[in-house]
């Protein structure tokens, strides 16, 4: 059996037909966002800080002291919640003593521009009768803790933010200030 004679662009056109296939399903697996980097953790003096989870949920729903479920929604159409999921890591000292409130922590963009903590627990919240099913109660970080060494406390950071914010770290206020990017610093 004689073997068929190729042209010599036939291997070069298979090699470039391979490429743009490749170019092509990579583009359609990309949403052409970076994707933050989690969990996202820095140390401080006292502190070991880490972000796990980053969220947008349209409504929060938690159960305060009064037993009561509240829920937290944007404060307008224009904006959305941002749900962080933090933990803070005691490794250093004897106990970490820290009041998380407005200033504890901020929601840094890519631009450097700040956004506050949204307080849980002020005047946005309203009573739900219950939360739906597939829902959880979130717990806050907010308010005093007490953390004593090699113990952590994890809960949520929430942010009231215009639409087209995208979040880039976490600048952290509460007893020292450590800086939690999610993605590479370039």
């Known amino acids: 059996m004689a073997a068929t004679p190729r042209s010599p662009l036939t291997r070069p056109l298979l090699l470039f037909a391979l490429i743009a296939i490749a170019a092509v399903v990579a583009a359609a697996c990309s949403s052409g966002k970076e994707e933050p980097l989690l969990p996202a953790v820095r140390q401080g003096n006292s502190l070991i800080l880490s972000v796990s989870v980053i969220e947008e949920p349209d409504i929060l729903y938690y159960q305060d002291s009064d037993f009561g479920i509240y829920s937290i929604e944007p404060s307008a159409g224009d904006r959305k919640l941002i749900a962080l ?39 946005r919240r309203r009573l739900s009768p219950s939360p739906p099913n597939n829902e959880e109660l979130r717990q806050f970080i907010w308010g005093v803790f007490e953390i004593p060494l090699n113990n952590a406390i994890t809960a949520w950071a929430v942010f009231d933010v215009p639409k087209d914010v995208e979040p880039y770290q976490l600048r952290w206020n509460a007893l020292e200030t450590i800086f939690v990017p999610f993605f590479p610093i370039q």
């Open 85 to 123: 999921k933090v933990q803070a890591f005691n490794g250093r000292t004897s106990t970490s003593i820290m009041n998380v409130d407005e200033e504890g922590y901020t929601l840094l963009d890519k631009d450097a521009n700040a956004y506050p903590s949204l307080n849980p627990f002020g005047e």
